[in-house]
Every structure is written in structure tokens, then in C-alpha cells.
């Protein structure tokens, strides 16, 4: 579950749970956000765990799906997973009326979607080998 630290990225991971899957949860870069949703899934009765992932720095995908192949080795005893969920993404920090779609740190559109949907795309690709089934 790609980006399910907080908000609707938490909400699907513990539905997930609810459901009776086991969830990896990514985060960006608050782990301890990460790590109350493991603890509330580890509450429902499922095993989980947190995994650092920037999905906007695409060079780092590699080095996360070899973690992610790891740890589901590791913990679950196996190469696949079931369902890949991305959820990742950036929030704009102006406005909506101020943004434009240039500076990406100034809240604008342009700059800060495009990192976000290519990441989706290449997250997505780094990890389909394991995704069971590969779809």
C-alpha cells in the first residue's frame, strides 16, 4: 500500500485488514505515522510492516523492490503479493488560487502531479515481478 501512512492511504490499508489481508505499508517520510497503522493492523489480527518509499525519486525503486522482495520472504515466507495499491502522492502547499505550474516548491500543480503519477507508474513497475499473477 503505496502511501498509507495517513489520510485515505490509511483508510484502505485498514479496510484491507478489516477484509483479512496482510498489508505493507509506505511512507515518504513520517515512520511513525507508518508505524501506528502497522500497530493498528497488527490489532485486527494481521501481520503488517512499514517500508520507506518516495515515490517522487524514481531511482530509488530498484533498491525498494529488492526491501519489498525481502520482506515478504522474510515475514510471509513468500516471492508474491496479491494487490498493489498506490496511494502516494504530494500535497500542494499554496492555495489553490496561487498555485501556478512552475516552481515545484511553491505548491504548483504541474510540477508536483507529474512527479507523482510517473512515480505511480514506476512504482508500479518495479514491484509487478512479485505481484502475483503480474496484473
Not at 485486527?44 to 520482506?71: I, K, M, P
Not at 508536483?112 to 503519477?117: D, E, H, L, Q, S
Request: charged fraction near 25%.
Amino acid at each position: 500500500m503505496a502511501g498509507a501512512n495517513r489520510g485515505l492511504g490509511r483508510v484502505y490499508a485498514l479496510h484491507l485488514a478489516r477484509a483479512g489481508g496482510d498489508v505493507v505499508v509506505t511512507y515518504r517520510s513520517n515512520r511513525a505515522e507508518a508505524e501506528e497503522v502497522v500497530s493498528a493492523v497488527t490489532d485486527l489480527g494481521r501481520f503488517s510492516d512499514a517500508l520507506r518509499l518516495d515515490t517522487s525519486v524514481v531511482n530509488t525503486f530498484a533498491d525498494f523492490a529488492e526491501q519489498l522482495g525481502a520482506e515478504l520472504q522474510a515475514r510471509w515466507g513468500r516471492t508474491t503479493f496479491d494487490f498493489l495499491v498506490n496511494n502516494a502522492g504530494t500535497d500542494l502547499t499554496a492555495p489553490f488560487a496561487e498555485t501556478t505550474r512552475i516552481d515545484p516548491h511553491a505548491g504548483h500543480r504541474e510540477a508536483r502531479a507529474g512527479p507523482g503519477c510517473r512515480g505511480d507508474l514506476v512504482t508500479s513497475r518495479s514491484v509487478s515481478p512479485p505481484l502475483a499473477g503480474g496484473r
